[in-house]
Nanobody, 123 residues
Framework: QVQLVESGGGLVQAGGSLRLSCAAS????????MGWFRQTPGKERDFVAT????????DYADSVKGRFTIYRDNTKNTLYLQMNSLKAEDTAVYYC????????????????WGQGTQVTVSS
């Protein structure tokens, strides 16, 4: 079992940047593919980005390609999401998640979730 704790959210102006972190504990971090998802009130939790256990392969939602970068440091048991050129529509609660299987764009493939961190982008 793995515990996940997100941090780094906050209020930023449109065009600005934020870096989210997700600290993992409990199990061996490199055993898991990881992902970022986001959710706004009344809507489904949507895929943002995913990364393989080694960090060698990534995938992104079309809406964030070229602006967001997912990466991980297995020596620090930490997942990151660098978010640049932020837009008002990026406002959401961001969640990190761990999958014991392959990296995936589908939230149902993830086994463990963090509590989320709020990102608010003002226009």
């Amino acid at each position: 079992q793995v515990q996940l704790v997100e941090s780094g959210g906050g209020l930023v102006q449109a065009g600005g940047s934020l870096r989210l972190s997700c600290a993992a504990s409990g199990d061996i971090f490199s055993n898991y593919a990881m992902g970022w998802f986001r959710q706004t009130p009344g809507k489904e939790r949507d895929f943002v980005a995913t990364i393989t256990w080694s960090g060698g392969s990534t995938d992104y939602a079309d809406s964030v390609k070229g602006r967001f970068t997912i990466y991980r440091d297995n020596t620090k048991n930490t997942l990151y999401l660098q978010m640049n050129s932020l837009k008002a529509e990026d406002t959401a609660v961001y969640y990190c998640a761990a999958a014991s299987g392959y990296s995936s764009i589908y939230k149902g493939e993830y086994d463990y979730w963090g509590q989320g961190t709020q990102v608010t982008v003002s226009s």
